[in-house]
């Protein structure tokens, strides 16, 4: 398989990464960590705070005052750049790639002994590394020195023992319970026929059936509200797939997820971050987190023969190639949109040609939310490659509490905020309190136009949202806002970006440009263009906007 891959550009993007791993330059998120010769592996090298070796349950994880930003830690600590490694060495043969790979190993076992510290706080994170493990075996792990090779396998072996005894069944049930049980489901196989094996394998499966039931909805969206998070979650429930064929409705479900999946991505096949991102990955975390998703797709359509989703051959190389093994791919093809709604999710998808317009519709995530923003009514919009009107991301979860509430906001959605207010009261970095009540009024779809009406009622106020695309490129949004009595400050937003997309807008009395701000990666976070139409005045409210989506 390597050596039908050397020629590709994958494989100089993994050649390449490996110099910079073995130089303990660390790509993490929208952050180059250079840690020196000695890994420090509990540091938070952004804000050189290090935690020590209590019981894992002890260690305040969330404040990132005293532990770090656990998020940028753990991202190192899952160890996917080692299979990075493993990789390496396949297509070049260095031996310095397995040097390393012991190098990194043996320090960790070292600074990270069984339940102690912040690498252990996360049952999820447990199962991210050892998957990492299992990969590394299966690539080279006969090329490992034998001695070192059985304490590393024996040390895997208490990371099952560690994700069955701390199962996320209560504090985050979804894709934190997912990865955990798709790893316990691992390593029951690979353990096999050792004690507890089978018991491993037994619950990782059974849990990954009844969570397909569970967290995915009869459209196919994932239960989070995230299209980042429904990546994640397609990815496990795939590769569960793979590890073990379950049966007819599960499969069901999971095309069901893809054609969601590809739906999204749309002709540009980049995927919009509507809720969180976390700019993590299942497997290969490197390259251009909108991207993800085309390797999903594509892994999806070669195990399931997905024939309706688009997808090309380069798409394989990063995941599907490695899952799946080469020459069983089916032809790849181009994406052929159009218009649906995704009613479980409140996502309504338009398109025409080159042109795709995405409105959210929808509730927040189950329990808390605490993967969704409170953008709703949102509209994005995009023409071919072109952003026209973009979601700006996420940037963070606990490292800088001020952005983490600022990026989830009301304020950094393409809809609209009265009196400064946002849809929903943020209580800490993963709840929201008082969620709006979201309704779908009314979807209609034809040759010449789609049309989507639906309203948001929070804190006494309806804002009452109908999105009309006028085939093949006018996109019409008329809002009507009422409330209580009195003057109230009323704000429709438009983020683009860039400066160009302004020039395609008609808006009420022309509307301020103003600098805001974007993260296309996790961590990382950069100036964009906003722009905003205020009103002061009683209600109720009626503002109108034209948008021409080609020039």
Not at 250 to 258: H, N, T
Request: negative net charge.
């Amino acid at each position: 398989m390597s050596a039908a891959l050397l020629d590709t550009e994958f494989a100089c993007q993994v050649i390449e990464l490996a110099t910079g791993i073995r130089a303990h330059r660390f790509p993490l998120l929208g952050a180059a960590v250079d840690t020196g010769p000695e890994i420090h592996w509990r540091r938070d090298y952004q804000r050189g705070i290090e935690t020590g070796l209590d019981y894992f349950r002890f260690i305040p994880y969330l404040d990132t005052g005293r532990a770090g930003d656990h998020k940028l830690i753990w991202e190192l600590n899952r160890h996917q750049h080692l299979v990075t490694l493993a990789q390496a060495y396949l297509f070049t043969g260095d031996q310095a790639n397995l040097s390393e790979i012991c190098r990194q190993l043996d320090s960790w076992l070292v600074q990270n002994p069984y339940a102690r510290g912040i690498n252990w706080a996360s049952a999820l994170e447990v199962a991210f590394r050892s998957l990492s493990w299992m990969w590394i075996y299966h690539f080279v792990g006969q090329e490992l020195p034998a001695g070192f090779r059985t304490r590393w396998l024996s040390e895997l072996y208490l990371h099952a023992c560690f994700i069955e005894n701390n199962l996320s069944v209560y504090f985050s049930p979804y894709n934190h319970l997912l990865g955990e049980a798709l790893a316990l489901h691992a390593l029951g196989l690979f353990f096999a026929p050792l004690p507890k094996a089978a018991r491993w394998e037994g619950l990782g499966a059974r849990i990954m059936r009844e969570q397909m039931e569970r967290q995915v909805h009869g459209d196919g969206s994932h239960i989070e509200q995230s299209s980042y998070y429904h990546v994640y979650a397609l990815d496990m429930f795939l590769l569960h797939a793979i590890f073990k064929k379950p049966d007819r409705a599960y499969l069901a479900k999971l095309e069901r997820m893809a054609g969601y999946l590809d739906a999204l991505l749309g002709p540009s096949g980049s995927l919009v971050f509507i809720g969180d991102d976390d700019g993590g990955r299942l497997f290969h975390p490197y390259g251009t987190r909108n991207q993800f998703g085309r390797a999903t797709v594509a892994t999806a359509a070669t195990l399931l023969d997905g024939e309706a989703w688009g997808w090309q051959a380069e798409d394989l190389h990063s995941q599907g190639d490695w899952w799946l093994g080469l020459g069983a791919a089916p032809q790849p093809r181009q994406p052929s949109p159009t218009s649906s709604l995704f009613p479980d999710a409140g996502l309504a998808i338009m398109a025409c040609g080159r042109n795709q317009i995405i409105v959210n519709a929808g509730a927040f995530g189950p329990s808390g939310g605490g993967h969704s923003h409170a953008g709703a009514l949102s509209v994005v919009a995009r023409s071919g490659d072109e952003e026209i009107l973009i979601d700006p991301g996420t940037y963070t979860y606990t490292g800088e509490p001020a952005w983490r509430d600022w990026f989830r906001g009301t304020e950094a959605h393409n809809t609209i905020r009265i009196d400064q207010l946002d849809q929903a009261t943020a209580a800490g970095p993963f709840r929201w309190t008082n969620h709006p009540q979201v309704n779908l009024l009314s979807w209609n779809t034809n040759a010449g136009r789609d049309m989507l009406e639906a309203e948001c009622r929070y804190r006494g106020f309806t804002h009452r949202r109908r999105v009309e695309f006028q085939k093949p490129d006018v996109l019409i949004v008329i809002d009507d806002v009422a409330g209580p009595a009195g003057e109230h400050d009323v704000e429709q937003l438009w983020h683009l970006d860039s400066a160009d997309a302004r020039a395609r807008m008609t808006l009420p009395d022309g509307g301020e440009g103003v600098e805001s701000w974007r993260s296309t990666t996790f961590g990382e976070k950069h100036t964009a263009p906003l722009v905003r139409v205020r009103r002061r005045s009683n209600l109720p409210l009626h503002l109108e906007t034209r948008i021409q989506l080609n020039p």
